[in-house]
């Protein structure tokens, strides 16, 4: 190839020319197979919910090497269990009252699970101990029964603290405990100095749902804000919009603190991010808000039903059912990734795992189903747009190489 090209570039300035309008062609050609390429690779889609259990997957935390911990609804009861790495399945919910009634399933710093099981409970599961342990905690300490909705860590030194969200018979609340001992195992070690707080109630109108760190003891609550007034359409009937409160909690007997809250126009908050950076993203059913460390916020005009943080710390959003493409956040940037055929389920959770994006849902049909996503395959030489690039980025190479090689020794024989 660099001979043929050697001798056009010897030829009159004619075959010149025609040299320069043939790699202009190629150029056009190879934009147009790139953008032809561009849709999305390394996407799946299976007709079942989880390998080792077919069932519609209602929550689900991913750990290292393939292990993971999901709340299935299967042949319509519920069950919670954990996956090790030796794929061996273990049913950590099957003395739960009502596993159906779980809030959720947060994953703690060392690895363990901790969900509440029934009222003024907390039960910490340590998957990842030799034999698998437990920690039931009973927060009542002859206080009104409460049930617990959500759960934050947040570390302090050499210690955690944990902010739970209640439901204090008529209205949520807030709640800190702490100190928690960095080593949660042996069990009664890590917990002997902690203590529980009173609530803080939220406002009459608010409803709490979610909670998350964002460092240096402060954390960010969302939930729902409802209203008097009712919609345009329907007056008369209480319409609610997601609230963002801001709180300030450290160690201590003292409650926490509600300093500030920020109202959206509408839509859904559901999932709280909290990014490598230590901010914190809302993604929400109708726009997403960044919450910077020092609380202020920035709104995303992008819709979503699920998101999820990859191991690179990039945001993954998915879309309902029938979108086209997903939305990745980079580095406070947004992204559009155009996918190959439109999202064929409803998503209900989602997560990753050794860079794939899982998303379980169900079909058209109720069944479960998975949708995965290669996080790593956007520009890979596998994928067809990177073996374009890879193959573009070599043959111009070697054209302009050539070129600059005869122009070099043209003005050489010229002096």
């Keep these: 190839m660099a001979k043929g090209w050697r001798g056009l570039l010897e030829e009159e300035s004619e075959h010149q020319w025609l040299a320069m309008g043939g790699f202009l062609v190629f150029i056009l050609i190879g934009a147009l197979l790139i953008q032809g390429t561009s849709s999305l690779p390394g996407v799946d889609y299976r007709t079942n919910g989880l390998d080792e259990m077919d069932g519609r997957v209602l929550d689900i935390i ?34 739960y009252p009502d596993v159906l009634g779980l809030n959720f399933i947060t994953q703690l710093h060392d690895g363990s699970i901790v969900v509440s099981p029934q009222n003024n409970t907390l039960d910490i599961v340590h998957v990842n101990a030799e034999v698998e342990q437990r920690t039931v905690l009973s927060l009542n300490d002859g206080q009104e029964a409460f049930d617990i909705l959500d759960l934050a860590e947040q570390k302090s ?11 204090e018979d008529d209205s949520t609340g807030l709640r800190g405990f702490g100190p928690v001992g960095s080593e949660l195992l042996p069990v009664n070690e890590p917990m002997k100095n902690a203590d529980l707080t009173s609530p803080t109630l939220a406002p009459a109108n608010i409803d709490w749902k979610m909670v998350e760190s964002l460092g240096d003891g402060q954390w960010i609550a969302v939930g729902s804000m409802g209203s008097v007034f009712g919609s345009d359409d329907s007056p008369a009937t209480p319409t609610k919009h997601p609230v963002i ?30 990014l490598d950076n230590g901010t914190i993203l809302a993604a929400g059913t109708d726009s997403a808000v960044h919450i910077a460390k020092d609380r202020t916020t920035t709104a995303i005009d992008v819709a979503s039903v699920s998101s999820s943080l990859d191991e690179n710390g990039k945001v993954w959003m998915l879309g309902s059912k029938g979108s086209t493409s997903v939305m990745r956040l980079v580095d406070g940037e947004m992204e ?7 999202i064929p389920l409803n998503v209900e959770v989602s997560d990753v795992s050794n860079d794939v994006l899982y998303a ?27 073996f374009l690039n890879l193959m573009f980025v070599g043959v111009s190479s070697v054209v302009l190489g050539v070129m600059l ?3 070099s020794k043209r003005l050489i024989q010229n002096q």
């Design 62 to 95: 991913y750990g290292d090497s393939d292990t993971y911990t999901a709340l299935v609804l299967n042949n319509g009861e519920g069950e919670l269990f954990h996956v090790n790495q030796a794929g061996e399945i273990h049913d950590i919910g099957g003395e």
């Design 157 to 167: 030194e050499e210690s955690y603290r944990w902010l739970v969200v209640t439901d």
């Design 245 to 274: 409160g801001f709180i300030t909690w450290n160690d201590g007997p003292t409650a926490p603190m509600l300093t500030s809250i920020e109202e959206i126009d509408k839509g859904e908050i559901h999932s709280l991010i909290r």
């Design 336 to 342: 559009t990734l155009p996918l190959s055929r439109p």
């Design 360 to 386: 379980h849902g169900v079909n058209n049909n109720g069944d479960p189903v998975t949708y995965s996503i290669d996080t790593l395959a956007i520009g890979s030489i596998e994928s067809g747009r990177g």
């Design 405 to 407: 090689w005869i122009g």
